[in-house]
T-cell receptor, first 117, second 115 residues
């Protein structure tokens, strides 16, 4: 099993450019999410999805878009990159079992380091 | 909103000794889950241990154990017989019972193992 696969691992952008961070999982997890990690901080939730066609905002959604057309994929789009979006991005997934889904352990990807100049 | 606080930015321990990492949290919920994740220099997030709030018994995974004090909202991690491979950032995290809003993380504790 590949688990959660993120691409690219590293990316450098110029201010104003757009790009998409890819996330794919092969565990048939309904729940997928994106986090960002900044120096000296824990991970913070950007967006999440509990199934195909369903997405919602997390703690820090501004500047990011997501969509979920399949169970396997959950891409994160930066429409106009800003230096404040320089960070390490993690995708994570888990099973979704309704009201007690908090018990399900999140599996993380290896992270994508993004630098915006 | 829930908050998670790790008051020790950095801890150092001699190899083979025991170290305890502190974590406190704030929530108004009665049912939730707590986690410790390890992040080595490779940056991969690795689950160390999980605790269900409704269980009084403290979770244990080999050399790793927790001291869960629900009334005090405290969730510390004890690492016994520390090994060089334990050196990493350790993050305490909270997840509500519903789970949709994912994990709320503390800022982390950098654990150094002295040989």
């Amino acid at each position: 099993n590949a688990g959660v696969t993120q691409t690219p691992k590293f990316q450098v952008l110029k201010t104003g450019q757009s790009m998409t961070l890819q996330c794919a999982q092969d565990m048939n997890h309904e729940y997928m999410s994106w986090y960002r990690q900044d120096p000296g901080m824990g991970l913070r939730l950007i967006h999440y999805s509990v199934g195909a066609g369903i997405t919602d905002q997390g703690e820090v959604p501004n500047g990011y878009n997501v969509s979920r057309s399949t169970t396997e994929d959950f891409p994160l789009r930066l429409l106009s990159a800003a230096p404040s979006q320089t960070s390490v991005y993690f995708c994570a997934s888990s099973y979704w079992t309704g009201p007690v889904s908090g018990a399900n352990v999140l599996t993380f990807g290896a992270g994508s380091r993004l630098t915006v100049l | 909103a829930q908050t998670v606080t790790q008051s020790q930015p950095e801890m150092s321990v001699q190899e083979a000794e025991t170290v305890t990492l502190s974590c406190t949290y704030d929530t108004s919920e009665s049912d939730y889950y707590l986690f410790w994740y390890k992040q080595p220099p490779s940056r991969q997030m690795i689950l160390v241990i999980r605790q269900e709030a409704y269980k009084q018994q403290n979770a244990t995974e080999n050399r790793f154990s927790v001291n869960f004090q629900k009334a005090a909202k405290s969730f510390s991690l004890k690492i016994s017989d520390s090994q060089l491979g334990d050196a990493a950032m350790y993050f305490c995290a909270y997840r509500s019972s519903g789970g949709a809003d994912g994990l709320t993380f503390g800022k982390g504790t950098h654990l150094i193992i002295q040989p």
